[in-house]
T-cell receptor, first 116, second 115 residues
Framework: AQSVAQPEDQVNVAEGNPLTVKCTYSVSGNPYLFWYVQYPNRGLQFLLKYITGDNLVKGSYGFEAEFNKSQTSFHLKKPSALVSDSALYFCAVRDMNNGAGTALIFGKGTTLSVSS | GAGVSQSPSNKVTEKGKDVELRCDPI?????LYWYRQSLGQGLEFLIYFQGNSAPDKSGLPSDRFSAERTGGSVSTLTIQRTQQEDSAVYLC?????????????FGPGTRLTVL
């Protein structure tokens, strides 16, 4: 079965420090992976995606993610965290069994808290 | 340009009543999705529309749920005889073409509370 796991419910980091939000996946076939961010009372905003090509993907707001096929991971990273990065982050993988292979399976989400 | 819009933003209803939730996708986007976000279940896929093709309803939790998409644009999600477990945030998303490689753009959601 296809799935996405975000092993940490919450990540705390000080402003200016690097941050990592972890994601692992399980799919059959090639994974299409996404990161979204959700601010309070707002919908999900797209950050970045991995379809194919370079394992290091750069996205919005200075975020990047590293695709690691052998570890089936797609961790979200940022070199220097900002207080405004505090939000709920979702990792997602394309669901090949639903929505004509285009629906998303989401992880449970990780709350990122950046302190000043 | 305008993003995905949803209405109402909040809906409170009594158990057993029917509700309609509306989604207006980004102009030109042919793919439209409904998801449900709840505390217990996280984010779940409900239904998918692509152009004029028959929708993929495989994620709908029961036959009380239905959705339409008129003219390839606006979509309405209808929940009949609402139950307390239907309380959740209902998110709509749209994507260009078939959406396999493209990201989905989400609306702000409709928060449904069933009393």
């Amino acid at each position: 079965a296809q799935s996405v796991a975000q092993p940490e419910d919450q990540v705390n980091v000080a402003e200016g420090n690097p941050l990592t939000v972890k994601c692992t996946y399980s799919v059959s076939g090639n994974p299409y992976l996404f990161w979204y961010v959700q601010y309070p009372n707002r919908g999900l905003q797209f950050l970045l995606k991995y379809i194919t090509g370079d394992n290091l993907v750069k996205g919005s707001y200075g975020f990047e993610a590293e695709f690691n096929k052998s570890q089936t991971s797609f961790h979200l990273k940022k070199p220097s965290a900002l207080v405004s990065d505090s939000a709920l982050y979702f990792c997602a993988v394309r669901d090949m069994n639903n929505g004509a292979g285009t629906a998303l399976i989401f992880g449970k989400g990780t709350t990122l808290s950046v302190s000043s | 340009g305008a993003g995905v819009s949803q209405s109402p933003s909040n809906k409170v209803t009594e158990k057993g009543k029917d509700v309609e939730l509306r989604c207006d996708p980004i102009s030109g986007h042919t793919a439209l999705y409904w998801y449900r976000q709840s505390l217990g279940q996280g984010l779940e896929f409900l239904i998918y529309f692509q152009g004029n093709s028959a929708p993929d309803k495989s994620g709908l939790p029961s036959d009380r749920f239905s959705a339409e998409r008129t003219g390839g644009s606006v979509s309405t999600l209808t929940i009949q005889r609402t139950q307390q477990e239907d309380s959740a945030v209902y998110l709509c998303a749209s994507s260009s073409d078939r959406g396999i490689y493209n990201e989905q753009f989400f609306g702000p959601g409709t928060r449904l509370t069933v009393l």
